[in-house]
């Protein structure tokens, strides 16, 4: 392909080793309503489908609506106040994302983590080099629904073969398919790595070095 005009990156497993941040405001919510709790390692199954899912995955029974919905509030709030003491970006994903703004590629993050963290993290790391964010809300359906990467490919007039879509999971690998872009897929994740041996993504990349080969392609060899 072609350098594209414009990148979505996810950003949980993607451009964020966030799980460890996530996992210990879950534990704290668990404990709080009188669930047990889980290893840190154990949270890279729950996630992937926002925090709510989480929560409910976590849980690992069906609970009433209601109580799900109070968890789910004292996450947000709880994480809302410092999402930044155990996430850490993965090497040189700052760097991808900061180069490619610099050349003049439209850079988005499009995640199922509650908007207003997932705006003070790309706020933090990537400041002004990411164009908007969109994350979980009340007004568009979460990935794996395409809706919100079609906002932004309406919102700044472009087709579909002009993006490409940068994830690490099974939601991310569907979300670009159901929006028809292409899809480059970071195996540092949190994916299962046998489903992209069945769903195999236009590019698997294993480090940073491997992505920017793909976002600049006249710079190999």
């Known amino acids: 392909m072609n350098r594209p005009k414009a990148l979505f990156f996810d950003m949980d497993g993607t451009l964020a080793d966030s799980v460890g941040s996530i996992g210990t405001v879950c534990n704290r919510?668990?404990?709080?309503?009188?669930?047990?709790?889980?290893?840190?390692?154990?949270?890279?199954?729950?996630?992937?489908?926002?925090?709510?899912?989480?929560?409910?995955?976590?849980?690992?029974?069906?609970?009433?609506?209601?109580?799900l919905d109070k968890m789910f509030a004292d996450f947000v709030a709880d994480y809302e106040r410092d999402p930044f003491s155990a996430t850490l970006l993965y090497p040189g994903m700052e760097e991808v994302v900061r180069e490619?703004?610099?050349?003049?590629?439209?850079?988005?993050?499009?995640?199922?983590?509650?908007?207003?963290?997932?705006?003070?993290?790309?706020?933090?790391?990537?400041?002004?080099?990411?164009?908007?964010?969109?994350g979980f809300r009340d007004d568009l359906p979460p990935k794996p629904a395409p809706d919100g990467v079609r906002l932004l490919l309406k919102r700044y007039h472009l087709t579909e073969s002009e993006?490409?879509?940068?994830?690490?999971?099974?939601?991310d690998y569907q979300t670009a398919r159901n929006s028809g872009v292409p899809v480059a897929v970071m195996t540092w994740g949190y994916a299962d790595p046998a489903y992209f041996c069945q769903n195999r993504p236009d590019f698997l990349c294993g480090d940073a070095a491997a992505l920017k080969n793909v976002i600049f392609p006249e710079r190999k060899g």
């Open 100 to 134: 490619a703004a610099e050349a003049g590629i439209l850079c988005f993050i499009v995640t199922n983590k509650a908007q207003p963290i997932a705006q003070k993290i790309s706020d933090r790391f990537f400041g002004n080099a990411v164009k908007e964010v969109i």
């Open 163 to 171: 993006t490409l879509f940068i994830g690490d999971s099974e939601v």
């Open 29 to 67: 919510i668990l404990k709080k309503y009188g669930f047990p709790e889980h290893q840190p390692e154990e949270y890279k199954r729950f996630v992937g489908r926002g925090i709510r899912q989480a929560i409910q995955n976590a849980v690992g029974k069906e609970v009433e609506e209601s109580l």
